[in-house]
């Protein structure tokens, strides 16, 4: 991606002007380029006003011709004037692109030749999921083991809560724990055993793709609060109908892609990284604490107001730290905390579904059944039934 010739940009080649809509400006300086490629430069005695017109041009420049480095690219945006003796060049980023091109007292170009051609570089993405089959949420108790045999698809493990034993050899047995990450390649194998006392629930992806790299292969991988965010996304796309989101397919692929990129860029390293001020860390110490303490009183009525006395903080300041870190309020994280807590107590069966709703303190059965249905998009009744199957 290119940088843009706005006046944010900061150049010594060039300066932005400020476009007179209300001029006509000379059809005889209206230039069509259609090359993505040159082997030339231009050069002006004198300042040079270059005009965007149609399409998108990408202008090339630099004060020694002979030095690479020195070559600045930025995307033509509105009108900038390069400066004096500056080496330039214009180039095609779309089929075809035109600009004025409008020099002092219609002085002609020194035209110099380039040793190594300059040309357009176009990105493109390395990572592409094809396809995504299913995404299935399950729950393990203590001393079960699945064994996963070799597949011609990746799989995507994600320990909602809980811990999980990935045993890839006597000696090699990687523990997964709550929000870690878990990526199978085609024709790996491995077994999962669950050791934990009480429940433990596994996210898992099911997908096809391209560009994948190893590196993220087989290894336990922690996932930040925004891919967490995408995650939950992702649950709750799955069991939507497509009548009433006819893009879900589409952003589930999305948000699936950008997961598992941000996987291979080490996203968790570079938030660390980021945030090295006092105020981040304090921040990110804070809203762990607060959702330490909700995960651990769960079956609790939490108000907004609750948490804002427990932790001497504003209700503006609680609000600001739920969106940044999940793009919820505290009231829509608070309920679907107890939401994914009925899941697991509905999957223990040791209680009726009016015993949740009273333990989650949900007012009534209705109340409880519309929320559950409303996040998972199936009826608690049917979620029950669906275990027993």
């Given amino acids: ?182 990526l199978n390649f085609p024709g790996q194998k491995n077994q999962i055993a669950f050791k934990e006392d009480g429940m433990t629930t596994l996210i898992s992806i099911l997908f096809t793709g391209q560009g994948l790299s190893e590196t993220i292969a087989q290894r336990p991988i922690n996932l930040g609060h925004r891919q967490i965010q995408l995650v939950s996304r992702l649950v709750n796309l799955a069991n939507v109908t497509e009548e009433k989101y006819p893009f879900s397919y589409d952003e589930i692929v999305t948000s699936l892609q950008l997961i598992i990129t941000q996987m291979h860029n080490g996203e968790d390293k570079i938030t660390t990284e980021a945030s090295t001020s006092m105020r981040e860390n304090y921040e990110n110490d804070l809203f762990q604490s607060i959702v330490d303490f909700l995960q651990e009183n769960v079956g609790q009525q939490h108000q907004v107001n609750d948490l804002v006395d427990k932790f001497n903080i504003s209700r503006s300041s609680l609000q600001t730290l739920f969106n940044k870190y999940t793009g919820q309020t505290p009231k829509q994280y608070i309920n679907s905390l107890r939401l994914k807590q009925s899941k697991l107590l509905i999957h223990e069966s040791k209680m009726t579904l009016s015993e949740i709703a009273n333990e989650l303190g949900y007012g009534s059965i209705q109340y409880f059944s519309r929320a559950f249905s409303n996040e998972f998009g199936i009826s608690p009744s049917n979620f029950a039934k669906s275990i027993l199957k």
């Avoid at 270059?50 to 690219?73: C, I, R, W």
């Avoid at 001393?143 to 698809?153: D, K, M, S, T, V």
Wanted: proline share 4%; aromatic share 10%; charged share 20%.
């Fill in 1 to 182: 991606m290119y940088n843009q010739s706005t006046k944010n940009a900061m150049s010594p080649y060039f300066s932005a002007v400020k476009i007179n809509h209300h001029q006509i400006k000379p059809f005889n300086r209206l230039v069509t380029i259609k090359k993505n490629r040159s082997e030339a430069l231009l050069k002006f005695k004198k300042p040079v006003i270059l005009t965007e017109h149609k399409g998108l041009a990408l202008l090339v420049m630099t004060d020694d011709p002979d030095n690479k480095d020195s070559f600045q690219y930025f995307l033509l945006q509105n009108a900038i004037q390069i400066n004096a003796g500056i080496y330039f060049n214009t180039l095609s980023l779309t089929s075809e692109c035109k600009l004025y091109l409008e020099p002092s007292q219609n002085e002609e170009p020194q035209i110099i030749s380039l040793k190594e051609k300059i040309q357009v570089e176009k990105d493109t993405a390395r990572i592409k999921i094809d396809d995504v089959f299913g995404l299935h949420y399950q729950v393990y108790s203590s001393g079960e083991r699945i064994l996963n045999h070799p597949q011609n698809y990746y799989e995507l493990i994600i320990v909602d809560q809980g811990q999980a034993s990935m045993e890839l050899s006597y000696n090699n047995q990687p523990l997964l724990t709550k929000n870690s990450a878990w």
